[in-house]
């Protein structure tokens, strides 16, 4: 048994990777390269999936791993990813590898940002960027925008 821990695979800022063409600010251990069809949500989540994918066998090679069977992600709000295709991506992805036919738990971070007008903290919902106590939008996201494998077992 192994377990590693915390393997962000993404660092994409708080909402630039939404439907949006992959960012040249894209900075991850793993570049997944120019999204070619921008606006398809499908290939956000084949995109994160092939860098979560390529970081998983890369450290299931370091740790000398023969096989992955649970991995847990972590994954904000703000990083819009379907669940479902996540798991499918990851399915057809990991065919044939050392990590075919792992469990995937994927845990969501709520998105919640801090008003500067009144210092309060709110849960961001749908991208609605809104101090719902004093109506501010001078606010700053502090959480919901984690991407990374919190572990996995193998
Ligand atoms: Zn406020």
Redesign the pocket.
């Known amino acids: 048994m192994s377990s590693v821990r915390r393997q962000r695979w993404d660092a994409g800022h708080a909402g630039v990777v939404h439907r949006t063409r992959a960012r040249s600010n894209y900075y991850g251990p793993e570049r997944v390269g120019p999204s070619s069809a921008a606006g398809e949500p499908a290939m956000h989540e084949a995109a994160l999936t092939q860098g979560l994918v390529n970081i998983l066998l890369k450290e299931a090679a370091r740790h000398q791993v023969r096989s992955i069977t649970l991995v847990r992600l972590k994954v904000g709000r703000m990083k819009a990813v379907e669940p479902q295709a996540l798991v499918f991506c990851f399915g057809a992805f990991t065919e044939g590898t050392l990590a075919e036919g792992a469990e995937l738990i994927i845990e969501p971070v709520p998105a919640v940002a801090t008003?500067r007008?009144?210092?309060?903290d709110f849960e961001v919902i749908k991208f609605h960027f809104q101090?719902p106590?004093?109506?501010?939008r001078d606010?700053v996201l502090i959480q919901g925008d984690e991407l990374y494998i919190e572990s996995f077992d193998a």
């Open positions: 008003c007008g009144c210092g309060g101090c106590r004093c109506q501010s606010v």
